[in-house]
């Protein structure tokens, strides 16, 4: 078993397993419940975590992972005002309302 995936976003993290499951790939989520009960636990220690099953997979799923971010960041756009880094689907800075695109 590897980890191929980790964020402090159980939302983020799903959303990898589900790709990566979705290319017949056998993947799990770990510590997905661990949030909130750290005690004496580093918050990083916390983040939920994606692993494949078997070793084999792991350059496939990283691959996956890849794609999914060049995808989802491509299109960001720095403010020229602030320099506040934006979505693709903002039309002007979340920020500070500039239309700077
Ligand atoms: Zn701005």
Request: proline fraction near 3%; hydrophobic fraction near 35%; glycine fraction near 2%.
């Amino acid at each position: 078993m590897k980890r191929v995936y980790t964020n402090e976003s159980r939302f983020l993290v799903n959303n990898i397993k589900d790709l990566i499951d979705a290319q017949g790939i056998p993947v799990f989520v770990k510590n997905e419940y661990a949030q909130g009960a750290m005690g004496e636990i580093s918050p990083f220690d916390c983040w939920p975590e994606v692993w494949v099953v078997n070793d084999a997979d792991y350059e496939r799923a990283k691959d996956i992972i890849d794609r999914a971010h060049q995808n989802q960041y491509a299109d960001d756009w720095i403010c020229n005002h602030c320099r506040e880094q934006n979505a693709a689907s903002f039309d002007i800075c979340w920020n500070c309302q500039q239309e700077s695109k």
